[in-house]
């Protein structure tokens, strides 16, 4: 599959790979228990952060299935890391993508996820050529949900209780968006 340039610019933002001075900027996110909410995973400590600082390092290519271009969204006046954002190759076979995100609450309400997500799906569509991409997110997390609904993308499936996650069984949602549909936007 084709792989995007790096770094990728919008008017506000840089999405770039992640580099180990990330981690602690990172930590301020990831270590807060109303980001980690709603993810597989609870708040992490410092030393599981530079783990996945490290780690992220390395997904920058769609190759094979599983694969993930992971990206640092940095504001472009102030170099601040806002968030990441994420594309995985869900079906090479499909040409079908997953996108993901997540950001300090400190910038909700700004459009930097939106204007992110925007130069994601772009980069899933125009660039590495995918048919389709969605976004599957626990189904109480509104602010996701209307993100997805933002980024012109549809609900297309609502699965009740299908995951335990943090103690809990979690509803799901699929949000999902064709590339003929992201072309006629």
């Known amino acids: 599959m084709p792989t995007p340039e790096l770094p990728l610019t919008t008017s506000r933002l840089v999405l770039r790979p992640f580099v180990p001075e990330d981690a602690e900027a990172l930590y301020k996110i990831q270590s807060r228990e109303d980001v980690t909410k709603y993810l597989y995973w609870g708040p992490r ?3 599981e952060v530079r783990q996945v600082v490290a780690d992220r390092m390395t997904f920058t290519t769609l190759n ?4 993930r271009i992971v990206l640092a969204v940095q504001l472009r006046a102030t170099g ?4 990441d954002v994420n594309l ?3 079906s090479a076979e499909h040409r079908t993508g ?3 995100y997540i950001f300090h609450p400190d910038h909700h309400g700004h459009g930097y996820a939106n204007e992110a997500a925007l130069e ?3 980069v ?5 050529g995918l048919h389709r991409i969605v976004a599957r997110l626990d189904a109480d997390n509104t602010a996701s949900a209307n993100l997805a609904e933002r980024l012109g993308m549809r609900k297309e499936a609502h699965f009740r209780k299908n995951e335990f996650v943090q103690g809990r069984w979690a509803d799901e949602a699929v949000y999902a968006l064709l590339a003929e549909e992201w ?3």
């Open 45 to 47: 400590t410092r030393e």
């Open 120 to 122: 994601i799906l772009r």
């Open 183 to 185: 072309k006629a936007r």
């Open 88 to 90: 995985g190759l869900v």
């Open 98 to 100: 997953e996108i993901g």
């Open 80 to 83: 601040e890391l806002l968030g």
């Open 64 to 67: 094979d299935v599983g694969d």
């Open 124 to 128: 899933g569509f125009e660039v590495i």
